[in-house]
């Protein structure tokens, strides 16, 4: 058995600046690291750490996979310093998938915001991939400025895929501007598609989580159709050091995705 804490060494191929503070870096692997849409992997900077990051390319492409990373902290820091040609550790995969088998047949219903859409990426990849599995595919997304948008140049062309529908909302415009101005909730006042048979997926600060959950509780979305990115204080990945416990649930190895059905009883579960 491989130890689950030894990084698999990976070389950065290329980077891409989606904003100001957020970067994209296609990474290679020395060998597969057979991810999930929904699993996520320990990144290792040599010398200054680790951290938890969901991939946001497609599971069906693994022999390089991508990593969109807000620049936050001491590691994430170093990261940024790093050019193509360096090399950086990665281990796992860690967490459960997106049951997509109970999606198919259904209309999938996903709001992101802010650097929540990366994660997020990695299932609308996953979805349009076998997008004759599915009904449609709605993306509502929110993020503080124009400037903040992450996938700017790629959003154009998802948008051009059959039965995927986008909107977008900023907090603050600019003069260029031309949708929705406010919280990514403003653009959830007609929800096109049948609540109670759909999917929703949501990802994004833990704030925007919750008043995007109790929007879609509101319209009547079944608790358990609602997939929810519980990504706090993930360590280890492998459920040794417990920092991640979530009520009775350890989010590295039972979430980090896990439904509304499964933590409504907890005691504010969106801290």
């Known amino acids: 058995m491989s130890n689950p804490y030894q990084p698999i060494p990976a070389t950065i191929l290329e980077t891409h600046d989606e904003t100001p503070n957020i970067r994209t870096f296609k990474l290679k692997p020395e060998r597969e690291i057979p991810f999930l849409a929904g699993q996520f992997v320990e990144l290792t900077v040599p010398g200054y750490g680790e951290a938890p990051f969901t991939p946001s390319s497609s599971h069906f492409k693994r022999d390089t996979f991508d990593m969109t990373i807000m620049k936050v902290g001491r590691a994430t820091s170093a990261l940024f310093d790093l050019k193509p040609g360096d090399r950086v550790g990665a281990r796992g995969p860690f967490g459960q998938r997106y049951p997509l088998e109970k999606f198919e047949g259904k209309d999938i219903y996903i709001v992101g915001g802010g650097v929540g859409l990366a994660p997020l990426r990695a299932l609308f990849l996953a979805l349009v991939h076998e997008i004759g599995k599915y009904q449609r595919i709605f993306l509502r997304y929110g993020a503080r400025t124009p400037a903040d948008i992450v996938y700017k140049h790629l959003l154009p062309e998802w948008q051009k895929i059959p039965k995927v529908d986008i909107d977008l909302s900023v907090d603050v415009s600019d003069e260029k501007w031309m949708k929705k101005v406010g919280v990514v909730t403003c653009l959830m006042d007609e929800i096109p598609c049948d609540e109670k048979s759909s999917i929703a997926v949501v990802c994004g600060p833990p704030i925007m989580m919750k008043f995007v959950n109790q929007k879609?509780?509101?319209?009547?979305?079944?608790?358990?159709?609602?997939?929810?990115?519980?990504?706090?204080?993930?360590?280890?990945?492998?459920?040794?050091?417990?920092?991640?416990?979530?009520?009775?649930?350890?989010?590295?190895?039972?979430?980090?995705?896990?439904?509304?059905?499964?933590?409504?009883d907890l005691e504010n579960p969106f801290v």
């Open 216 to 264: 879609l509780l509101d319209a009547g979305f079944q608790g358990g159709d609602i997939y929810l990115s519980m990504e706090t204080n993930m360590s280890c990945g492998v459920g040794q050091c417990r920092h991640c416990r979530l009520g009775p649930y350890l989010t590295c190895k039972d979430g980090p995705v896990l439904t509304w059905d499964q933590i409504k």
